[in-house]
C-alpha cells in the first residue's frame, strides 16, 4: 500500500495571485477571532503573514467584501507564512468585484 494521502482534487496554488496588504480578522474554532495579515489572494485562496503558531489543517472563516463569509484551510507553512486553500473556487467576476473593492483606483477629480 502506497503511503501519503490521495487526494483527487487538483493542485490548485498554480493560480493567479493578486498581492495585497489586508488585515483580516479569521474566526478559528478553538481561538476565537485571529488576526491575519493577507499578502496575496487568488481564486481558490491567500497567503498571510503571522500565522507562525497555526498547523496545516487547521480552519478559519475570514469575511471578505463582496464574496462575505468563506472557509480557508491551511495547506503550507514556511516561519511566519502560511498558504490557505479556499472550501470553493470564487468566481473570477466575484474576485475582480472583491480586488476593485480592497484596492480602488484613484477617484476622478471633480470638475469645478
Excluded: Y
Amino acid at each position: 500500500m502506497r503511503g501519503g494521502a490521495q487526494l483527487s482534487v487538483t493542485d490548485l496554488r498554480r493560480s493567479t495571485r493578486h498581492p495585497v496588504n489586508l488585515p483580516v480578522i479569521g474566526e478559528h474554532r478553538a481561538r476565537g477571532d485571529i488576526m491575519l495579515q493577507f499578502a496575496n489572494i487568488s481564486t481558490t485562496g491567500f497567503m498571510a503573514n503571522g500565522c507562525g503558531d497555526l498547523g496545516r489543517g487547521e480552519r478559519v472563516t475570514v469575511r471578505l467584501p463582496v464574496i462575505g463569509r468563506i472557509e480557508a484551510f491551511l495547506v503550507w507553512t514556511d516561519g511566519d507564512r502560511a498558504g490557505f486553500q479556499f472550501e470553493r473556487i470564487i468566481r473570477l467576476d466575484d474576485f475582480n468585484k472583491l480586488i476593485r473593492a480592497i484596492q480602488p483606483g484613484p477617484r476622478p477629480r471633480s470638475q469645478g
